[in-house]
């Protein structure tokens, strides 16, 4: 039986009006979490009020744009201590992730030469992957690619089997927006560093609303994530080592600031869309809040114990759904990723899928229609649907904290019918 944050779950669905309805307040399961998590109330408000609150640009005297500077000044320290980032200007904030890792490559076009080598994976979002192929190209470097294992996860001797001495990069994953797979990211970058100088990337995108991000203890010298897989605005956050943010040259106006953060931003910032973030992360120390009110603890234990919090609750979720999911294998069910219950701690609760004899657009019709449920399907712009699988297209059903037991047996009823 699933421990369903119960007391609070009512709470907490009620923070997310639109989890039960879609936009016309027709009933709707939302399991699309992949594609975007819901965004939380107080961070939809915020962007309301954030468009008449703020002033176009920052500054130091009249009240609005004092509030635009305080803003971006407390939400890079926000973001800081979600990530466990040494310093707030270590923060910068941009149009979305993809956006962020474009420019974060573009940023390095004369450091590195022909001589160098990227290396990226398969099972990275391409988000991960093409800005780096396309700097690699710029400079006519070798881009090598670590595999992905038959069941969806990263095949971690081979990546390093791929790293050398003149590796300039290693792009990588926190985990699978396919195969929900988790990489161990911090045993890896470990390695690489004993055996290169190589920088690594890390994209937390899909991991950001399922566990605890550590930059410091993972040791990767760039992160990306995104508000709205947090629960939150359209956003990217890139966080870097300091040092090195100082010595890149991204795309920059010349009058633009010519330090971290500000030289990684272009343009007038969205100001709402920052203040819908500040209001998405302190959603989760509310969550904290209200799961574990005894005792005084830093900004940073707070992320730390509600993420480990929604991490283990889960867990819990994913070890239901993969044990009923066993029942369907055989019958035309095919999940993809890891499927062993017991392993769930390698994984996100996210489940890619197929049955046999229906394409993926006619489950997610047939789930909609008949069952009001919403999942994705597509490539979701991941590396192993499109390039590890060749597939076009792939079922995809991703949760949240915000669901409990009863959403999977509504799943899972409904692809018991979609197999009959
Ligand atoms: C794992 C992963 N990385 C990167 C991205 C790209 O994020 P954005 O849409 O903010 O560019 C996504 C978006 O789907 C993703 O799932």
Redesign the pocket.
Known sequence: MISDFKEIQSQIKSRFPQLNQDIFGNPRIYLNN??GTLCVDSAAQAMKEGLQKYNPQPGEVDPAETATLKLHQRVRKLIADFINAPQPEEISFHL????ALFNLAFSFRSFWSSKNNLVVTDLD?M??VSPWETLADEIGCEVRRARVHPEGCLDGNHLLSLVDENTALVAL?LSS?YSGSIVPVKDLISQIHSQSSSLVCV?A??HAAHGVIDVQDMDCDFLAF?G??VFGP?M?VLWGKKDLLEKISPYRVETNRDQSPWKFEQGTLHHAVIASMEKALEYLLELKEKLNPEGETSRRDSFVQVMKDIQNYEEELSKYLLQELQELEGKGFYCHGITNPRRVKERDPTFSFEIEGMSPEKIKRRLWNDHSIQIGSGN??SAAVYRHLGKKSICRASFAHYDNQETADLFLKALEELLA
Do not use: L, P, Q
């Open positions: 992949g594609g979305s992730t993809t956006h979002h988000a991960n994953t927006n994209d995108v899909h995104s709205y897989k359209m990217g979701h712009y």
